[in-house]
T-cell receptor, first 115, second 119 residues
Framework: GAGVSQSPRYKVTKRGQDVALRCDPI?????LYWYRQALGQGPEFLTY????????KSGLPNDRFSAERPEGSISTLTIQRTEQRDSAMYRC?????????????FGDGTRLSIL | AQTVTQSQPEMSVQEAETVTLSCTYD???????LFWYTQPPSRQMILVIR??????QNATENRFSVNFQKAAKSFSLKISDSQLGDTAMYFC????????????????FGKGTLLTVNP
């Protein structure tokens, strides 16, 4: 597709369940980023990949959060044993390379609600 | 750590007028990029304009321009001839980079300014 695609657009789940959020970056984009955006706030960095290698996961809040990109294209952000505080918009972005000259293009996000 | 501050939670402007959104940041880095992203009601996140810190000249993209004051660590966005479609959240963002190599290209965002353009 032409842009970054995220699925599902909305996810409602009960506390304690695991969730998996998917990101399909722009074709050919090497770098992929995950951000979390709480209501009324700007996005906060979670983690990012170059190809299949996770370069920086310093923003993951705790060990319930993990991400993978096994083939260097589609990425999955997994949250285990979800808690209500995990409710937020999760945004994925991709760029041609992790080069400062390459802007990050964002997807429309997955809005996660934990009941 | 870098911080980005947008001191105006909300602003409004009349159609066709000019509005300036403010952004300040705090960093000890000398090399970095600054960005303005917009988030319309459609919930997309769209890059509006970017500025390299080493460039003196202010960036311009059509009706959008920035006033970059490096010493003051200020990066304001000016929107000229405001249009109804400019109604959106506007986020200022900072990205540092390491000239020595290594990867650190995450964006640090401010909390945003909600701009409403009135007819």
């Amino acid at each position: 597709g032409a842009g970054v695609s995220q699925s599902p657009r909305y996810k409602v789940t009960k506390r304690g369940q695991d969730v998996a959020l998917r990101c399909d970056p722009i074709s050919g984009h090497v770098s992929l980023y995950w951000y979390r955006q709480a209501l009324g706030q700007g996005p906060e960095f979670l983690t990012y990949f170059n190809y299949e290698a996770q370069q920086d996961k310093s923003g993951l809040p705790n060990d319930r959060f993990s991400a993978e990109r096994p083939e260097g294209s589609i990425s999955t952000l997994t949250i285990q044993r979800t808690e209500q505080r995990d409710s937020a918009m999760y945004r994925c972005a991709s760029s041609l390379y992790d080069n400062r000259n390459q802007p990050q293009h964002f997807g429309d996000g997955t809005r996660l609600s934990i009941l | 750590a870098q911080t980005v501050t947008q001191s105006q939670p909300e602003m409004s402007v009349q159609e066709a007028e000019t509005v300036t959104l403010s952004c300040t940041y705090d960093t000890s880095e000398n090399n970095y990029y600054l960005f303005w992203y917009t988030q319309p009601p459609s919930r997309q996140m769209i890059l509006v304009i970017r500025q390299e810190a080493y460039k003196q000249q202010n960036a311009t993209e059509n009706r959008f321009s920035v006033n970059f004051q490096k010493a003051a660590k200020s990066f304001s966005l000016k929107i000229s001839d405001s249009q109804l479609g400019d109604t959106a959240m506007y986020f200022c963002a900072f990205m540092r980079y390491l000239s020595s190599g290594g990867s650190n290209y995450k964006l640090t965002f401010g909390k945003g300014t909600l701009l409403t353009v009135n007819p």
